[in-house]
């Protein structure tokens, strides 16, 4: 009592406020020495932990100090960090380990052991991730042939010697994991599901990458061989078949991908359909604008065929009256030879066809292209539209969408007027998507009403000229 009277006389209450101030910063300073000096010894303390979330409205040469961010920073050694997970398993489409450090890959056990140069994530946390290298992860029947690899962190390449002590292949540039199984073959998911990824995932390269092919199919290698050369310097690797072992200074494992046809920045459909140019040395970027009086010049009409199902019943009475509206007309099936085909729909000014992965050829299309899908029966313009229509819009083309009637669909002569695959498509899509489509995609021809069809064709023309 008689040392708190002297203490009063001694200071003025400004003098005391400050030296109280003083003692309590003075006091937590030493807490959080005994924090330091005995760290490697405890577990965290919970006086670090509690202390963490404290928020001390505290004056330190009269400006404000975050007491609570150092004591974060004494109590756990380092400054506080945002950590990052090597494998990423939250995306709705596709699941992607991207690291960067001692990576060695053993292809016949489909192992990938990762050792990252950086911290990643605290002890504790996931350790191994079992991948499948496919962007579409959400189908089941896609996914169930996709190899599948055990991607697993270790804390150090000491460590990693102990698992996989030899390096059989070094490679200088990183590398890029994935799978040509799935739906492979439908020219569609041949772009939406690896051509479109694997152009997002490996372009910042610039070609200084390899590729890991799982579930490799030699044929769609050949077919797709000039887009893969543009992408890589280097020739591809069958990972399935290699019993070395192969060492990256970094890898991704899986595809990027956005929503279905489309690409998210940093890049846009744009540049993808750039580097298809350059790929396949396309000539024409941007549609010229149609003027009257211009010489005899009449705008290519692409008119894509299908042989199976959803086929142009009468494709002589299409190209007679697009003639006569002054266009030049043609009719062509996308064969095995990409690069060909692909000049043959940039020479044209409107492409048309069935709703069908053949329509995915409008990727080579010029800009300021006209486009027209013709949806047929079954509900399915919801389908059409994400497919195709809002991916068009984004490769700066012109979109139109013709809807046939029950009188130009072939099922209008194999069911009655009243039956409900004609008037209640619906209660087949709730069947499930087989039903549907062994209905109205795999049964399903088209013979489209020239005269009523004229409107549009009319109106493609008058969008060439604008």
């Given at each position: 009592m008689a040392y708190d009277t002297i203490l009063a006389r001694s200071f003025s209450s400004h003098d005391q406020k400050k030296l109280g101030c003083g003692a309590f910063v003075g006091c937590l300073i030493i807490a959080l020495s005994l924090c330091t000096v005995f760290?490697?010894?405890?577990?965290?303390?919970?006086?670090?932990?509690?202390?963490?979330?404290?928020r001390l409205p505290i004056m330190v040469a009269q400006k404000p100090y975050n007491f609570s961010a150092n004591l974060s920073m004494v109590c756990s050694g380092v400054p506080t960090k945002e950590t990052k997970q090597i494998c990423n398993t939250s995306e709705p489409r596709s699941d992607v380990c991207e690291t960067t450090g001692d990576v060695r890959i053993h292809g016949i056990s489909s192992?990938?052991?990762?050792?990252?140069?950086?911290?990643?994530?605290?002890?504790?946390?996931?350790?191994?991730?079992?991948?499948r290298p496919y962007a579409r992860k959400g189908d089941r029947t896609a996914m169930e042939g996709v190899k599948q690899f055990t991607v697993k962190k270790v804390t150090s390449s000491q460590e990693l010697n102990l698992l996989l002590p030899h390096c059989t292949h070094k490679h200088t540039v990183p590398g890029i994991v994935f799978s040509t199984s799935g739906y492979v073959g439908n020219h569609f998911h041949d772009f939406t599901d690896v051509v479109v990824p694997l152009f997002l995932t490996s372009r910042q390269f610039a070609g200084e990458v390899k590729f890991l092919v799982a579930n490799k199919q030699s044929w769609w290698i050949t077919k797709y061989q000039a887009v893969l050369h543009k992408l890589s310097n280097y020739e591809i690797i069958d990972i399935d078949r290699e019993s070395g072992v192969h060492c990256f200074p970094s890898i991704i494992i899986g595809l990027k991908r956005h929503k279905e046809f489309t690409i998210e920045p940093p890049y846009s459909m744009k540049d993808f359909r750039k580097f298809l140019r350059e790929t396949y040395s396309l000539k024409r970027e941007k549609v010229m604008e149609l003027r009257d009086g211009e010489g005899k010049r009449r705008p290519?009409?692409?008119?894509?065929?299908?042989?199976?199902?959803?086929?142009?019943?009468?494709p002589e009475e299409i190209i007679e009256m697009a003639t006569s509206l002054g266009f030049e007309a043609v009719v062509i099936e996308a064969g095995p030879d990409l690069g060909r085909f692909a000049g043959i729909v940039n020479s044209c000014d409107v492409m048309m066809g069935v709703h069908g992965a053949g329509l995915t050829n409008i990727v080579f299309l010029p800009e300021n292209a006209i486009f027209i899908q013709i949806v047929p029966l079954g509900g399915m313009?919801?389908?059409?539209?994400?497919?195709?229509?809002?991916?068009?819009v984004e490769m700066n083309l012109k979109y139109l969408e013709y809807k046939i009637g029950d009188e130009e669909s072939s099922l209008r002569r194999e069911y009655p007027p009243d039956h409900q695959i004609l008037r209640n498509p619906n209660s087949i899509s709730k069947k499930g998507w087989l039903a549907f489509r062994s209905v109205y995609l795999d049964k399903q021809n088209v013979k489209l009403d020239v005269s009523r069809f004229r409107a549009t064709l009319l109106e493609a023309l008058k969008l060439l000229h604008q």
């Amino acid at each position: 009592m008689a040392y708190d009277t002297i203490l009063a006389r001694s200071f003025s209450s400004h003098d005391q406020k400050k030296l109280g101030c003083g003692a309590f910063v003075g006091c937590l300073i030493i807490a959080l020495s005994l924090c330091t000096v005995f760290k490697p010894y405890l577990d965290p303390l919970p006086i670090c932990q509690k202390i963490k979330h404290l928020r001390l409205p505290i004056m330190v040469a009269q400006k404000p100090y975050n007491f609570s961010a150092n004591l974060s920073m004494v109590c756990s050694g380092v400054p506080t960090k945002e950590t990052k997970q090597i494998c990423n398993t939250s995306e709705p489409r596709s699941d992607v380990c991207e690291t960067t450090g001692d990576v060695r890959i053993h292809g016949i056990s489909s192992t990938i052991f990762v050792a990252p140069t950086s911290p990643t994530t605290h002890p504790g946390t996931h350790r191994s991730w079992i991948i499948r290298p496919y962007a579409r992860k959400g189908d089941r029947t896609a996914m169930e042939g996709v190899k599948q690899f055990t991607v697993k962190k270790v804390t150090s390449s000491q460590e990693l010697n102990l698992l996989l002590p030899h390096c059989t292949h070094k490679h200088t540039v990183p590398g890029i994991v994935f799978s040509t199984s799935g739906y492979v073959g439908n020219h569609f998911h041949d772009f939406t599901d690896v051509v479109v990824p694997l152009f997002l995932t490996s372009r910042q390269f610039a070609g200084e990458v390899k590729f890991l092919v799982a579930n490799k199919q030699s044929w769609w290698i050949t077919k797709y061989q000039a887009v893969l050369h543009k992408l890589s310097n280097y020739e591809i690797i069958d990972i399935d078949r290699e019993s070395g072992v192969h060492c990256f200074p970094s890898i991704i494992i899986g595809l990027k991908r956005h929503k279905e046809f489309t690409i998210e920045p940093p890049y846009s459909m744009k540049d993808f359909r750039k580097f298809l140019r350059e790929t396949y040395s396309l000539k024409r970027e941007k549609v010229m604008e149609l003027r009257d009086g211009e010489g005899k010049r009449r705008p290519r009409l692409l008119i894509i065929a299908r042989r199976r199902t959803r086929t142009f019943v009468n494709p002589e009475e299409i190209i007679e009256m697009a003639t006569s509206l002054g266009f030049e007309a043609v009719v062509i099936e996308a064969g095995p030879d990409l690069g060909r085909f692909a000049g043959i729909v940039n020479s044209c000014d409107v492409m048309m066809g069935v709703h069908g992965a053949g329509l995915t050829n409008i990727v080579f299309l010029p800009e300021n292209a006209i486009f027209i899908q013709i949806v047929p029966l079954g509900g399915m313009e919801w389908l059409a539209r994400t497919a195709f229509g809002e991916p068009a819009v984004e490769m700066n083309l012109k979109y139109l969408e013709y809807k046939i009637g029950d009188e130009e669909s072939s099922l209008r002569r194999e069911y009655p007027p009243d039956h409900q695959i004609l008037r209640n498509p619906n209660s087949i899509s709730k069947k499930g998507w087989l039903a549907f489509r062994s209905v109205y995609l795999d049964k399903q021809n088209v013979k489209l009403d020239v005269s009523r069809f004229r409107a549009t064709l009319l109106e493609a023309l008058k969008l060439l000229h604008q």
